[in-house]
């Protein structure tokens, strides 16, 4: 069980943390066991609550958390580079305006443009300024993977801002 008690968050909130919990055991290996197909179906009730851009983000969700795990760039446009890095300036500036949704897709585009970690810690600041920590933690993590003193001093930024995080009572 996570750390948040699902029941007393958002359905959007409890189905991103559903979503990361599913994405785990499919990096192991094990996107077919039956715990993962009781994560499935949990999935369901919070899915059928949200909106229709609340279940949009949730799919582009999966693209970052597909990328995440394959890393594959798609194909380049070096031509588009410049325009992407004006337009990915001034989402950045817009992202403390609530503009969250703007900058992650640009990121989705950008990994022919950036560094992976560059785009990583982006990735985390956007999810974690729409309200999704679990989520940034897991780009955080990402980037440890790559460059552990970086991810170390982002974190510390980015704390900031502490999300809060409910205790289970699950015992």
């Given at each position: 069980?996570s750390?948040?008690?699902?029941?007393d968050?958002?359905p959007?909130?409890?189905?991103?943390?559903?979503?990361?919990?599913?994405?785990e055991?499919?990096?192991?290996?094990?996107?077919?066991?039956?715990?993962?197909d009781?994560?499935?179906?949990?999935?369901?009730?919070?899915?059928?609550?949200?909106?229709?851009?609340q279940?949009?983000?949730?799919?582009?969700?999966t693209v970052?958390?597909?990328?995440?795990?394959?890393?594959?760039p798609?194909?380049?446009?070096?031509?588009?580079?410049?325009?992407?890095?004006?337009?990915l300036?001034?989402?950045?500036?817009?992202?403390?305006?609530?503009?969250?949704?703007?900058?992650?897709?640009?990121?989705?585009?950008?990994?022919?443009?950036?560094p992976?970690?560059?785009?990583?810690?982006?990735?985390?600041?956007?999810?974690?300024?729409?309200?999704?920590?679990?989520?940034?933690?897991?780009?955080?993590?990402?980037?440890?993977?790559?460059?552990?003193?970086?991810?170390?001093?982002?974190?510390?930024?980015?704390?900031?801002?502490?999300?809060?995080l409910?205790e289970?009572?699950?015992g």
């Open positions: 069980m750390k948040l008690l699902l029941e968050v958002t959007v909130r409890r189905y991103s943390v559903l979503l990361l919990e599913l994405d055991w499919i990096a192991v290996g094990k996107g077919d066991d039956d715990e993962a009781r994560i499935r179906e949990a999935m369901d009730a919070p899915w059928y609550r949200m909106t229709e851009s279940q949009a983000l949730m799919g582009w969700l970052d958390l597909d990328r995440l795990a394959d890393e594959t798609p194909p380049a446009d070096s031509e588009g580079k410049d325009l992407w890095k004006i337009e300036r001034q989402a950045w500036r817009d992202l403390n305006h609530g503009e969250e949704e703007r900058i992650l897709s640009l990121l989705r585009r950008g990994f022919e443009f950036a992976a970690t560059t785009l990583f810690f982006m990735q985390a600041r956007a999810w974690q300024v729409a309200g999704f920590p679990e989520v940034a933690t897991r780009f955080l993590q990402k980037l440890e993977q790559r460059d552990r003193e970086m991810a170390i001093g982002l974190l510390e930024i980015l704390q900031e801002e502490p999300p809060v409910l289970s009572n699950v």
